[in-house]
């Protein structure tokens, strides 16, 4: 896809607004604008101006007057594609737009792809890979825990990561192949153990920064939050109340959910995705067999699940509610139990408090779905109690697919390296899975690539970027 020898242009910024900018980069930009922009200032060339410079003109078409704008310039390499650069603000009428387009392609330029910019910025060393993806990132987050995570990965934070434990690496492969270079005068140049610790240590982190893509993954697409209960707790009645809207039907009818119903809202900066589901309870109706099917894997798939019972409920049916829904999570899923209904009153509400169990990881409350009561509370715990504490740690996060089974290579390679220091497996075979470790390292911040995947990664980008 690149073109390192064309000036491209292309519009930077969406519909909507009052000022558009579009961005032309390459050899000739400056030469193309010269010819369409007219600054106020006679004695301005763009030729000539200083990196950093604004200039107020106009663009014209022959001796019509297309608009007035604002021309930036920004001299390679201190610009965002590395190389000479100019972007032009203009007022976001499509005709204008159109119009600016229309006369830089005339005048030489060339209409960008997707995300040829940062390919540009990437090819140029201007970013590594990873931090390219995250500009994409962060154009598509939608909550503030998202942007953080794409904010830490376009700062390079990740990056540095990969790169110390592939320089770890590289030290030690870089000395057991000199070893074998000597062929049989036995010289040992990396001790065995400091190159088991390296090891240890590289996999440990890579182990734990594919652990981190659940949530991750969760961040980006919206914390999955599933609502499960017997039929008419309430369970429709809380999915409006959380999202403020009459999204699922309410029904005294038992079994009016029958199938899964989602949407989506932001908590204190984070995507929550949340799921109404079909009552649990015995029942010979095949759809609602199928509905209920669906509920246990959406609890399997969730990871906060708020089970749903009524204040009439008796304690020992609502103990053993939970436990059913614990056989079914692991240590990371969290369960919150709410009792509901508290509109209608319980003399015995300390009683109920007092015989419920929950574990340390887990929290319940009583509210009131019908009357809201409580709801803001609950917002607050289902926060509290899914990814805060890693949000708000310094630790990476991953959320990007291709670098979490790069990741996983790694990890296997390293326990391959690991196994063959234990059983005295040939130095060759040990260096060979290093390499192999190194290269899935150098995948990830794209010192190791293919036109495959950069034509992958950058073909979802938008226009301009």
Do not use: W
């Amino acid at each position: 896809m690149l073109r390192p020898g064309d000036t491209i242009c292309a519009p930077a910024t969406g519909k909507g607004g009052a000022i558009s900018i579009i961005r032309v980069s390459g050899p000739d930009c400056f030469s193309i604008c010269k010819k369409i922009f007219f600054p106020v200032d006679r004695n301005a060339d763009v030729l000539s101006l200083k990196g950093y410079s604004i200039v107020y003109g106009e663009i014209k078409a022959g001796d019509e007057i297309i608009d007035d704008v604002l021309v930036s310039i920004f001299r390679a390499p201190h610009s965002y594609t590395g190389e000479d650069s100019v972007e032009i603000s203009c007022h976001a009428s499509q005709y204008i737009i159109q119009k600016i387009m229309e006369l830089l392609i005339n005048n030489g330029a060339t209409s960008a792809y997707p995300g040829e910019f940062t390919q540009r910025a990437f090819a140029n060393g201007k970013m590594d890979l990873s931090q390219a993806e995250a500009v994409a990132d962060i154009i598509s987050s939608t909550s503030r825990a998202a942007h953080k995570i794409a904010v830490n990965q376009m700062r390079g934070g990740f990056s540095a990561e990969i790169s110390k434990l592939r320089a770890e690496l590289l030290h030690f492969a870089s000395l057991i192949e000199l070893e074998l270079d000597f062929g049989e005068e036995d010289v040992e140049l990396a001790d065995r153990n400091d190159l088991k610790a390296i090891v240890l240590k590289v996999k440990t982190v890579a182990d734990k920064l594919a652990s981190s893509f659940k949530t991750g993954n969760a961040i980006r697409n919206g914390i999955p939050v599933v609502i499960v209960g017997k039929p008419n707790s309430g369970k429709s009645t809380l999915l409006n109340a959380l999202l403020s809207e009459d999204r699922a039907i309410v029904s005294e009818i038992p079994g009016t959910t029958r199938d899964t119903i989602e949407d989506t809202m932001s908590i204190d900066g984070i995507m929550f995705r949340f799921i109404d589901t079909a009552g649990l309870r015995e029942t010979t109706d095949v759809i609602e067999s199928l509905g209920i099917n669906r509920t246990y894997e959406k609890v399997k798939q969730a990871a906060v699940i708020l089970l749903l019972d009524e204040i009439t409920d008796a304690p020992d049916e609502i103990n053993d509610r939970a436990d059913s829904i614990r056989k079914l999570i692991d240590e990371d899923q969290r369960l919150i139990v709410i009792i509901n209904k508290i509109d209608k009153g319980s003399s015995e509400l300390k009683e109920l408090e007092r015989k419920i169990r929950i574990s340390e990881s887990e929290a319940k409350i009583f509210i009131s779905a019908k009357n809201r009561t409580g709801i803001d509370e609950l917002k607050k715990i289902i926060v509290d109690t899914s990814i805060q504490e890693k949000l708000g740690s310094d630790d990476v996060i991953i959320n990007n697919i291709r670098h979490f089974e790069a990741l996983k290579n790694v990890s296997a390679s390293l326990g391959r390296v690991i196994e063959g220091l234990d059983n005295s497996v040939p130095d060759d075979l040990i260096a060979i899975d290093i390499r192999h470790a190194m290269h899935y390292l150098g995948e990830i911040t794209g010192e190791i690539t293919s036109d495959e995947i950069l034509g992958n990664i950058f073909k979802n980008f938008c226009i301009g970027k």
